[in-house]
């Protein structure tokens, strides 16, 4: 067996096990995160970690936009060396797509402000606002 069919077969065990080592040292500092609040006093609402995945701000959009449009170009370019062809909409398709989410970002900034308008202050932030006078 030569060095790229030894390449070719492990890579994908060893981006596995990447991938397994980056969600346990996530869950691990998210752990630390709530027992270091909790010996200070300050617990939290116990979330399930997959719905505070589910849960998404405006800047969020923005960041997975430019990602997702930069990751695009980066297969535009990358791909533009083999000649013009079909096989540009692979860095054409998530380019747009990327694109668009920074667009919606931007165009849905009056509907966000409307909202915060709206919203009134919660009683713990007027508690605290008390206290601080």
Request: proline residues 5%; contains cysteine; charged residues 15%.
């Amino acid at each position: 067996m030569n060095t790229l069919t030894a390449i070719i077969l492990l890579s994908p065990c060893f981006l596995v096990t990447v991938l397994l080592l980056f969600l346990a040292a996530v869950r691990y500092i998210s752990y630390r995160e709530r027992a270091a609040l909790a010996e200070h006093g300050v617990f939290q609402n116990e979330e399930p970690f997959w719905d505070r995945l589910g849960q998404r701000s405006p800047q969020g959009v923005l960041w997975a936009g430019v990602i997702t449009a930069m990751s695009g170009l980066a297969l535009l370019l990358g791909l533009y060396t083999i000649g013009l062809g079909p096989w540009l909409l692979g860095g054409l398709v998530p380019l747009f797509v990327g694109l668009g989410m920074v667009f919606i970002y931007f165009t849905g900034g009056a509907a966000r402000q409307r909202k915060a308008e709206n919203e009134e202050p919660l009683l713990e932030d007027a508690e605290m606002e008390e206290q601080a006078e």
